[in-house]
Nanobody, 123 residues
Framework: QVQLAESGGGLVQAGGSLRLSCAPSGRAFSVNTMGWFRQAPGKEREFVAT????????YYADSVKGRFTISRDYARNTLILQMNSLKPEDTAIYYC????????????????WGQGTQVTVSS
């Protein structure tokens, strides 16, 4: 089992920035891909970004490309999502996820999930 503990999120004005963190524990050595997904009210959960945990390759949804950066803090063994130029449509609950599947981007490929953290962007 892999446990995921998220932090960050909150309320920010449009154009502002937020930083999300996620610390894996348990059998974290088995993880190959980590990522962020989000779910807005009344909408399905959607892919935001993923990173190959041991190699650093990144992949982004078109809607966040150029504004969001996913990375690994190797010193703290923590997943980071830096969100800049935030828009009201970025408002959602953001979930950290992990999987042993290399190159995974679909939510059904991720068996491990954090509790979610709310991000609200006001206009």
């Amino acid at each position: 089992q892999v446990q995921l503990a998220e932090s960050g999120g909150g309320l920010v004005q449009a154009g502002g920035s937020l930083r999300l963190s996620c610390a894996p524990s348990g059998r974290a050595f088995s993880v190959n891909t980590m990522g962020w997904f989000r779910q807005a009210p009344g909408k399905e959960r959607e892919f935001v970004a993923t990173i190959a945990w041991n190699y650093g390759n990144t992949y982004y949804a078109d809607s966040v490309k150029g504004r969001f950066t996913i990375s690994r803090d190797y010193a703290r063994n923590t997943l980071i999502l830096q969100m800049n130029s935030l828009k009201p449509e970025d408002t959602a609950i953001y979930y950290c996820a992990a999987t042993q599947v290399a190159g995974a981007t679909l939510s059904r490929e991720f068996p491990y999930w954090g509790q979610g953290t709310q991000v609200t962007v006001s206009s």
